[in-house]
């Protein structure tokens, strides 16, 4: 009971004697009153907002108080300590402001927590940063038995080149926990990045008849772009000439031209395929008995490119066909008008590509015929075409 009353003689008097400070009395007072209604966060606020404009006794010793009922007893001893560092400042009553700090640090030392954040050999590497909650723990606090509030810390260790680690632990009242931090793992080194280099860009000038050329210097950074691959256009258009022979049902050779335009999609490409055929057809009629043949065609098929430089093709194709063809002498014309399915089975792709040979075969699905204009009832619906060609890319 005797020391109770001398405890609330001391904040009384410490409160009267809080200094020439009208803000900061006021907190005090504010404090005072929101304490005396049980609001306790509240009052340790205005504590701690008279505190920070000036550490008088009374201001510390009633904030240290506060915290205790907090049960921040961390905090609290701390600032028990700090009230006893100014028990000289009360006129007349040092001696017993100082026993009272004192005691009500030493009352509470024994029940407070404490932390322990453990920095193992294996984890301690260069540039190794601590931080608890955030806040930089201090190395030579470092495998220390700290005090500490009760509560749940964030324990983070980072360092340039490494994963960061973090420990998160709870400590509770009065409780001794110790917090180890791993072993960081390192980051894989990244190679430097390519120095600038320089690029030409050829480009024609002048107009027609001309013969100059300009080139640009452009300096960028990254590695170098490589040259395009000839044959190919940046747009990813490619387009070729071909030859392909083929031979008729009658023994006869039907020369041709073809013309192709691709796109490369996935494995291969898609491609159009315009085909011209021209021949000299016997007619059985002896050998002047002759006709000609005038074939054309337009095919669109997928390519698929398989390894070792072959590849398969198969689509669909339309065509039209005309003979003028001679029957006993009297000259009579033919016409088919065909749709067909076109296979590529077997084709060799060389350089880039740059160069392809293939056997193509075109199954006619259904053919329309005419004599001399007039329907032709004896027409075969099938038929079987097959050719060899050579197709070179130009472009």
């Known amino acids: 009971m005797t020391r109770a009353l001398l405890s609330l003689c001391l904040l009384v008097l410490a409160a009267a004697h809080a200094g020439a400070d009208p803000a900061g009395d006021q907190l005090f ?27 008088k ?28 560092a100014l ?31 453990s920095i193992p050999a294996e984890a301690r590497v260069p540039g190794l940063v601590v931080t608890r909650n955030r806040s930089e723990v201090a190395a030579s606090t470092w495998d220390q038995s700290l005090p500490i509030d009760p509560g749940s810390y964030a324990i983070e260790a980072k360092a340039r080149g490494y994963e960061p680690a973090t420990v998160t632990v709870q400590v509770a009242a009065t409780a001794k926990v110790t917090a180890t931090v791993p072993a960081l793992v390192k980051l894989p080194v990244e190679p430097p990045p390519d120095p600038p280099h320089e690029t030409l860009v050829v480009t024609p000038s002048g107009g027609p008849g001309e ?16 040259p395009p691959v000839p044959g190919i256009m940046p747009g990813l258009r490619q387009f070729a000439i071909g ?19 691709q796109r490369p999609l996935g494995p291969g490409a898609l491609r159009g395929v315009l085909t ?5 057809l016997k007619n059985g009629g002896g050998p002047s008995d002759r006709s000609q043949l005038f074939g054309f065609s337009l095919g669109a098929e997928y390519l698929y490119a398989w390894k070792s430089g072959f590849a398969s093709a198969a689509g669909i194709g339309v065509g039209l066909d005309h003979d ?41 699905i259904y053919r329309e015929a005419k004599v001399n204009a007039i329907d032709d009832p004896d027409v075969s619906p099938a038929r079987l075409v097959v050719t060899a060609a050579v197709d070179w890319f130009f472009w």
Not at 211 to 226: A, E, K, L, Q, S
Not at 276 to 280: I, K, N, T
């Open 87 to 117: 028990s000289t400042t009360q006129q007349g009553n040092e001696e017993r402001a100082f026993a009272e700090a004192a005691r009500r640090a030493n009352k509470i030392a024994g029940k407070r927590a404490f932390l322990t954040v």
């Open 211 to 226: 013969t100059g050329r300009v080139v640009n210097h452009i300096h960028v950074d990254g590695p170098p772009v490589p």
């Open 29 to 55: 007072r504010d404090g005072k009153a929101l304490l005396k209604a049980g609001k306790v966060d509240e009052a340790c606020e205005k504590f701690q907002q008279s505190r920070d404009r000036a550490a």
């Open 243 to 261: 030859v392909a022979f083929g031979e008729t049902s009658d023994g006869d050779l039907t020369p041709g031209i073809r013309a192709i335009a």
């Open 324 to 364: 003028t063809g001679h029957d006993e002498g009297m000259g009579n014309q033919f016409t088919t008008k065909w749709l067909g399915a076109r296979v590529t089975p077997l084709l060799l792709r060389l350089g880039t590509p740059r160069l392809e040979l293939g056997v193509h075969a075109v199954v006619m």
């Open 57 to 84: 006794f009374g201001t510390v010793l009633n904030l240290a108080d506060c915290r205790q009922r907090q049960g921040r007893l961390a905090t609290a001893w701390e600032l028990f300590i700090e009230a006893k």
């Open 276 to 280: 011209f055929r021209y021949a000299r």
